[in-house]
């Protein structure tokens, strides 16, 4: 009894963490809501069309990084667990330092970018600025989230996405009411990731300082190479659609697509605290069969929440987009229920990738890219309506999700 006691109580001991995880998660993404809300509200459909377009930009830029993310929280979760904290210290510290100059340089081509597009009179220069300085600043994130997860900071990281998400949408509400454009709305956005970076980085303090000393560390390894791809490829498959709506539509039409994107783009924060509490976790466990019964009990989760989620929003559409967006997204209405069953199985995918990369298994990437190929071809030969664009989505997120489970089952051991 007492065995059994001791080797529940870890599991036990995540649940707390794990709740304020996600309640702070689904509250911080509200926020990120109520901006999309608020920003179709003030903007014209056109203008926030554009805006859409550009937070997709910079969401699936963002995802690379999260690669970092991935590997400074398994290595800092298993070095603090061998009691090495100079080492796991090391891996945050060489991680953020090696991704610097990288940022350094993607603000800088955008600044000379944006100088050039003014130059020339083409384009929009401010709003080039300002989406790259956003992406050059989030590169930062989430090495340092990473250390976060992995030091088991969970109510910090939790603290940390809801100061993301407020000060992004002060900032956005603020601009917008003083009758900013979208890339004056994206300007502020930059500013909030940059104040982002600054304020996660303080409880973080102590393991940066007492880092050992070690050899200059690669960060373009193959295992990180697979994991950003996966990661983005994942991201791209499941908002690119609101790109080829942009390229294939009216503004009308896209803008109301997008608004049915964002509301259906909710199901993909279900996983995110699942993930985030199970990812050190499954990390450290070393047990094939302990790992298969976590990954069971996060899709069961996911999936059951999504379930949820999706008949709610199937059948309040109505309301939900004349209510909270404005009757000049009614077209919109149609588009939700089915969008949001696609976001559901991209849900259920993040999860099953998510535990691929806690085990060191990125080659399930390869799977990714190839379906993607086949998304986009899809897309280039369907894109006549928004029903098309929906079907393509579902279709590619049922094969995401079937394609995960039989790499699970075909692969039992690690790449």
């Known amino acids: ?104 340089c993607v603000l800088v081509l955008g600044g000379i970018a944006s100088a050039a597009m003014a130059a020339a009179g083409r384009g929009d220069g401010a709003a080039t600025f300002a989406t790259t300085a956003t992406i050059a600043f989030a590169l930062i994130i989430p090495a340092v989230w990473g250390g976060l997860l992995g030091a088991r900071l969970f109510v910090v990281f939790g603290l940390a996405q809801l100061a993301f998400a407020g000060t992004r949408f002060a900032a956005g509400l603020v601009i917008g009411l003083a009758g900013g454009d979208a890339a004056a709305v994206m300007g502020g956005v930059a500013a909030a990731t940059a104040l982002t970076v600054a304020l996660t980085f303080l409880p973080l303090r102590d393991l940066w300082h007492g880092a050992e000393r070690a050899g200059r560390r690669r960060l373009a390894t193959l295992p990180n190479a697979a994991a950003a791809t996966g990661l983005t ?29 964002v509301c259906a783009r909710v199901q993909l924060l279900l996983p995110i605290g699942v993930v985030t509490v199970l990812f050190p ?30 008949v709610a929003l199937w059948a309040a559409a109505g309301p939900i987009v004349d209510h909270i967006f404005g009757d000049k997204y009614g077209d919109a209405v149609p588009w939700l229920g089915p969008l949001s ?74 790449d």
Do not use: C, K
Not at 288 to 300: D, F, Q, T, V
């Open 281 to 310: 976790r499954v990390a450290t466990l070393r047990d094939p069969e302990r790992e298969r019964r976590h990954l069971l009990a996060g899709l069961g989760v996911v999936a059951v929440l999504g379930a949820i989620v999706t």
């Open 1 to 104: 009894m007492e065995a059994r006691r001791l080797a529940l109580s870890p599991s036990r001991a995540l649940l707390g963490p794990g709740l304020f995880v996600g309640a702070a998660t689904f509250t911080a993404n509200g926020l990120n809501a109520l901006f999309q809300v608020a920003l179709a509200r003030v903007l014209s459909p056109s203008q926030y069309s554009v805006l859409v377009a550009l937070v997709v930009i910079t969401l699936i830029a963002a995802v690379p990084p999260l690669a970092f993310q991935a590997s400074v929280a398994r290595e800092v979760a298993l070095e603090l667990e061998g009691a090495r904290p100079g080492r796991a210290g090391a891996a945050l510290r060489d991680t953020v330092r090696g991704l610097a100059p990288w940022a350094l």
């Open 233 to 261: 490829v994942l991201m791209a498959l499941a908002t690119i659609d609101v790109l080829v709506a942009n390229l294939a539509f009216s503004s009308t039409t896209s803008g109301a697509y997008g608004v049915a994107s």
């Open 341 to 414: 069953l696609a976001m559901a199985l991209y849900a259920l995918a993040t999860v099953y990738l998510y535990h691929f990369l806690s085990l060191a298994r990125t080659r399930f990437a390869l799977v990714l890219l190839a379906i993607q190929a086949a998304q986009l071809a899809a897309f280039a030969l369907l894109h006549g309506s928004p029903s098309d664009l929906i079907g393509i989505q579902i279709a590619a997120a049922a094969a995401t999700v079937a394609a995960a489970e039989g790499w699970y089952l075909l692969r039992g051991r690690p």
